[in-house]
């Protein structure tokens, strides 16, 4: 029989296999054809030869991989002793990681599909109440969303348990879920002293704020002595941190350590221990800012009525400095009222009534202040209310006009209860809308109180009414989309329908507005079910 002809690289010593076999061409060789071309190299193979010997050693190149070094593997991963999730409830935890949602049907809107992203929060505080733990197969995923998404880490973590803690070790880009967790190791029981005691000497610092913070929780006293056995030794930077874990669980028997805190050398500290002394109205630190701050403050009744007067300090001497006043005013302060508003700032609210005629709160408040000294006082006299959680002068300075700052009420409005919160905001809603109040929602217990959220639906409704844009009012819509009670989808209904637009509505208003309330009526049935599939069964 006769041989077929070959080809020119099939011809014998210029096949392909001939080429690399004997070495002709190497990978090196290849690349240096390529790129001067196989006319240019006297002598060398031909195009054909070049290409198949690229092809033979990418081949080789991609699937040869030296083998490396034996590693240990991991431990197992830990047992986790929680509740595992309903099958529903696994199912809609799926769904709200993979961020499913309709898309929008336009650029610029949102359509009516429930964003169902954004009750992630709201699943994994339920699912942290009913105490369940996360399922394998979802912890990659809850991990790249904590990763993402920084509000979600302290739920996400929490629910991931120590399984989730054991896979962040093994991936350095969920190293994030380690800091502040004791390195992902577990901590030793509060009443382990001795094993407290080692790790609070040995580890981490991560570790150590960690413990700290457990110890201090379960054991006030116990925390406070940890920390004091080593306070001395510890950097500047370190005791910052670790005197801030003081704040939980702070009461009268702190004083004395807080006491040499104050003479620390770092200014910062200084200034957090005078913070947390002036917590404490019985304190002397407290007592040492009332004398300070009533040589300040008096009353005046040489005019027609009765005012108050100001003379603030002419100096801000070593003493105060040493109780945590800063001298050195921010830029654009004048150094008087900056050091008057520390004073006021940092003496019990308790000293008012006797040094101004025994009246309360409310009349203080209403007193006229000479010499424009009025927002700085009231000002000084806000930040007390919220660092002393002073809830009738917080209710004074809420209906002073002169506290305009929405900030400033809001976080007065944290230190009432949850209804009195959710009445006073419902009442500013309905006598000023929703452009102001978008601050004052978020301070708001969820879901809202049934008066607060019937006031924020007669505002949208109002609203939309007038004919705005909804998106004037998309940060509102948002809030009430997580915060409304879910079962206001009723009431709601009513407003998914399309109106006829008047003549002085914005174009397209009442579609926009349609959509937006049939978003809500959604995402208020989607969150009436998370809630359902989470709930255990009866006994």
Not at 240 to 256: C, I, K, N, V
Not at 440 to 453: D, H, I, R
Request: hydrophobic share 45%; charged share 25%.
């Amino acid at each position: 029989m006769e041989e077929e002809p070959r080809t020119r690289s099939e011809a014998p010593g210029t096949g392909v296999a001939d080429v690399v076999e004997q070495g002709l061409l190497g990978w090196d060789e290849v690349v240096s054809s390529a790129l001067l071309g196989t006319g240019r190299r006297v002598g060398g193979p031909a195009a054909e030869a070049v290409l198949d010997a690229a092809a033979v050693h990418t081949v080789r190149r991609r699937a040869g991989l030296r083998a490396g070094a034996a590693v240990t593997p991991p431990e197992p991963a830990p047992h986790d002793e929680r509740a595992p999730l309903p099958a529903a409830a696994r199912r809609r935890l799926a769904q709200l990681l993979a961020g499913r949602a309709a898309p929008a049907p336009s650029a610029g809107r949102r359509g009516a599909a429930p964003d169902v992203a954004e009750l992630l929060p709201q699943w994994l505080a339920a699912a942290g109440r009913y105490g369940y733990r996360a399922p394998a197969s979802a912890l990659p995923a809850l991990l790249d969303a904590a990763r993402a998404r920084t509000d979600l880490r302290p739920a996400a973590l929490a629910f991931a348990g120590p399984r989730g803690l054991w896979l962040a070790r093994q991936n350095p880009e969920w190293r994030f879920a380690l800091r502040g967790a004791a390195g992902g190791a577990a901590l030793p029981p509060p009443d382990d002293h001795e094993a407290v005691r080692r790790l609070w000497d040995e580890g981490l610092f991560a570790e150590r704020v960690a413990l700290l913070a457990a110890v201090r929780s379960a054991d006030p006293a116990a925390g406070r002595e940890l920390l004091a056995g080593t306070w001395a030794a510890e950097r500047a930077e370190d005791r910052l941190m670790f005197l801030d874990s003081l704040r939980a669980g702070l009461s009268d028997a702190d004083e004395a350590f807080l006491e040499t805190a104050l003479t620390d050398r770092s200014r910062n500290v200084r200034s957090t221990a005078a913070e947390l002394l002036s917590a404490l109205p019985a304190s002397a630190l407290a007592a040492r800012m009332a004398d300070r701050a009533a040589s300040c403050v008096a009353l005046d009744r040489s005019g027609d009525g009765v005012s108050i007067v100001v003379e603030a300090p002419h100096e801000c001497d070593a003493a105060m400095q040493r109780d945590g006043l800063v001298a050195v005013p921010p830029p654009g302060r004048g150094e008087r009222s900056w050091w008057l508003g520390q004073l006021v700032e940092y003496a019990p609210l308790s000293c008012w009534p006797a040094r101004l005629g025994g009246r309360s709160p409310e009349e203080i408040v209403a007193l006229p202040v000479s010499d424009d000294w009025q927002p700085e006082l009231h000002a000084a006299w806000s930040r007390a209310a919220v660092r002393q959680g002073d809830a009738a002068w917080s209710r004074a300075l809420l209906a002073s006009p002169s506290t305009s700052s929405l900030a400033e009420r809001a976080k007065l409005l944290a230190t009432l209860g949850e209804d009195e919160r959710a009445e006073w905001v419902a009442g500013f809603v309905s006598a000023h809308g929703l452009s102001e109040a978008f601050q004052l929602l978020g301070v708001c217990a969820v879901p809202w109180a049934e008066p607060l959220g019937r006031a924020v639906i007669d505002a949208l409704d109002i609203a939309r009414d007038a004919g705005s844009y909804p998106w004037s009012f998309s940060g509102v819509m948002g809030l009430a989309e997580r915060c409304l009670d879910p079962g206001a989808a009723g009431r709601l209904e009513a407003l998914t329908t399309l109106v006829a637009e008047g003549e002085d509505a914005a174009p397209g208003a009442a579609g926009y507005w349609s959509e937006a309330f049939q978003r809500l009526v959604s995402t208020l049935r989607v969150r009436a079910a998370m809630h359902a599939e989470l709930s255990p069964p009866p006994p």
